[in-house]
C-alpha cells in the first residue's frame, strides 16, 4: 500500500491507497514544524490500526508539502515506522508528467503541480482548477495536461480571521451560504460579504482566464472548472461556474505521481 502525504500551510493530510488504487483510509493533522517522525508515527499508526491498517501494510510513500520545514519529520516518519524512501514531489529526478510551462518551474507550489497532474489524468484539459485551502488558487492547464501558471488570492478563512482581527466590532464568524445577498444583521453581512464576495471573484476571474487563454492559445475548447479542498462543495452549490467538485484531486495526484515513478 501507499502512504500519501499532502502538507498544506494549514493541515497535512496523510491517507493509504491500496493496490487497486483504493483510499483505504484517510486522516488529518495541524501543520505543526515543530512535532517530531516519533509523535506523528504514533498518532498516524494508532489511526491506521482503527482502520484495519498496520505499518508493515505500507510499502512506498510520497509527499507532497509546501512547508519545507515539515519535509525532515515526514521524510523520518517514512524511514522509521514504515520502512520506505518517500518520493518527494518537486524533488530532482521525480517525473510529474506534465509540464510546468511558467518563467520559474521551481517556484510553483507542489499542491498546485500535483492538481494539475490529477485533473488532467481525471477529468482532461483544458481546465481550470480552484483550490480552497489557506490561500484560494487559480490554476490553469492545456489540453495536454501542461501547467500554465494562475493566480493567488487570500484563502476565505483567512479573510474572515483577517476581518475579525482588524474591525474591532466584527466577530469571528464560520464561513456559510447565506440565503440572500443583504445581511440584517452584522453576522449575516459578513457571511453574505465572504461567500458571495468570493463567488462573484470567481466568476470574473474564471471569465478572464478562458478569454486570455484563447487568446494566447488559440484553443476554443471549453475549460472546465474543478474545485477541490474542504469547500469546494459548498461553493459548488453558490458558483454555477464550478463544474466538477472533488475534494480527494491532491491525494489522487499523489497517487499518479508515484505510479509515474515506481
Known amino acids: 500500500m501507499l502512504l500519501a502525504i499532502d502538507t498544506g500551510n494549514t493541515n497535512i493530510?496523510?491517507?493509504?491507497?491500496?493496490?487497486a488504487g483504493e483510499n483505504r483510509g484517510e486522516w488529518r493533522s495541524s501543520t505543526d514544524t515543530n512535532r517530531t517522525a516519533d509523535e506523528f508515527g504514533i498518532w498516524l499508526t494508532q489511526l491506521m490500526d482503527m482502520e484495519g491498517l498496520t505499518r508493515k501494510d505500507i510499502h512506498a510513500a510520497i509527499i507532497s508539502s509546501v512547508v519545507p520545514a515539515m519535509l525532515f519529520s515526514l521524510r523520518n516518519l517514512c524511514r522509521k515506522y514504515f520502512g520506505c524512501e518517500a518520493v518527494v514531489v518537486g524533488a530532482p529526478?521525480?517525473?510529474?508528467?506534465?509540464?510546468?510551462?511558467?518563467d520559474q518551474p521551481e517556484e510553483v507550489g507542489a499542491d498546485r503541480v500535483v492538481n494539475a497532474v490529477a485533473a488532467h489524468q481525471r477529468y482532461g484539459g483544458p481546465a481550470i482548477i480552484i483550490d480552497f485551502g489557506t490561500a484560494t488558487t487559480f490554476d490553469v492547464i492545456d489540453g495536454d495536461g501542461n501547467y500554465l501558471g494562475g493566480a493567488i488570492a487570500p484563502g476565505i478563512n483567512l479573510s474572515l480571521e483577517a476581518l475579525h482581527q482588524a474591525a474591532a466590532k466584527l466577530p469571528r464568524v464560520a464561513i456559510?451560504?447565506?440565503?440572500?445577498?443583504?445581511?440584517?444583521?452584522?453576522v449575516e453581512a459578513m457571511r453574505s460579504g465572504i461567500f458571495w464576495g468570493y463567488v462573484g471573484m470567481m466568476e470574473g476571474m474564471v471569465l478572464r482566464i478562458?478569454?486570455?487563454y484563447r487568446d494566447e492559445e488559440g484553443d476554443e475548447r471549453p475549460m472546465r472548472v474543478i474545485s477541490t479542498g474542504g469547500l469546494a462543495p459548498l461553493f459548488q452549490e453558490g458558483a454555477d461556474i464550478i463544474d466538477i467538485a472533488d475534494q480527494d484531486l491532491t491525494l489522487h495526484g499523489l497517487l499518479i505521481i508515484h505510479q509515474l515513478n515506481s
Open 93 to 102: 529526478g521525480v517525473d510529474l508528467g506534465i509540464k510546468r510551462l511558467v
Open 13 to 19: 493530510v496523510f491517507s493509504v491507497f491500496d493496490d
Open 176 to 186: 456559510g451560504r447565506p440565503g440572500k445577498a443583504i445581511g440584517k444583521g452584522t
Open 210 to 212: 478562458r478569454a486570455e
